[in-house]
């Protein structure tokens, strides 16, 4: 059963960048989709977009496109997202998530929080 | 954008069960998925593919999906099922994931 293990919270400026990891083991990293899902306090979730290891394939939201960026790093079976231009409206809690299409997402890091603040 | 309808909030008692709908359009023709969230805690699956159950996800988990209308059925609710759960869909039109906004289901 894979396991993602996410990077501790941050506390960031206003326009600066963060960039938060997750690292999977017990299980096959590159062929499935890694998706990245965000939830501001007290709001819903989001889905910031996903990314294909094995093939580098990204898939981006439309209202985020521009200032985020996923990569990885299989040979220490780690995704990464970074944000720039950050904003207060990005406080959030970041979770990666394994996406496996119609089964779902099925297994979740425990989420990153990230704070902008001044 | 593809957009999926929740109520803000569901209420049953005990043993009773829970219904928690999303609503999109044409919703039948895709594949639903249901999240359950404790509070501090990230989400877990608790129905993919409309009705399946991942392993370990009780019985009292099961789903529907039909013309505008997607329904999570939680029978026998424990006083543990008490939680935010979202549905989520993948739309191909424009190739994004999307999530309902959420439910609270309270156990009273």
């Known amino acids: 059963q894979v396991q993602l293990v996410q990077s501790g919270a941050e506390v960031k400026k206003p326009g600066s960048s963060v960039k938060v990891s997750c690292k999977a083991s017990g299980g096959t990293f590159s062929s499935y989709t890694l998706s990245w899902v965000r939830q501001a306090p007290g709001q819903g979730l989001e889905w910031m977009g996903g990314?294909?290891?094995?093939?580098?394939?990204?898939n981006y939201a439309q209202r985020l496109r521009g200032r985020v960026t996923f990569t990885t790093d299989e040979s220490t079976s780690t995704a990464y997202v970074e944000l720039s231009s950050l904003r207060s409206e990005d406080t959030a809690v970041y979770y990666c998530?394994?996406?496996?299409?119609?089964?779902?997402?099925?297994?979740w890091g425990r989420g990153t929080l990230v704070i902008v603040s001044s | 954008s593809y957009v999926l309808a929740q109520p803000p909030s569901v209420s049953v008692a005990p043993g009773q069960t829970a219904r928690i709908t999303c609503g999109g359009n044409n919703i039948g023709s895709n594949s639903v998925h249901w999240y359950q969230q404790k509070p501090g805690q990230a989400p877990v699956l608790v129905v993919y593919d409309d009705r399946d159950r991942p392993s370990g996800i009780p019985e009292r988990f099961s789903g529907s999906n039909s013309g505008n209308t997607a329904t999570l059925i939680i029978s026998g609710v424990e006083a543990g099922d008490e939680a935010d759960y979202y549905c989520?869909?993948?739309?191909?039109?424009?190739?994004?994931?999307?999530f309902g906004g959420g439910t609270k289901l309270t156990v009273l």
């Open positions: 989520q869909v993948w739309d191909s039109s424009s190739d994004q994931l999307v």
């Open positions: 998530a394994r996406d496996r299409g119609a089964r779902g997402l099925t297994a």
């Open positions: 990314i294909i290891p094995v093939f580098g394939t990204t």
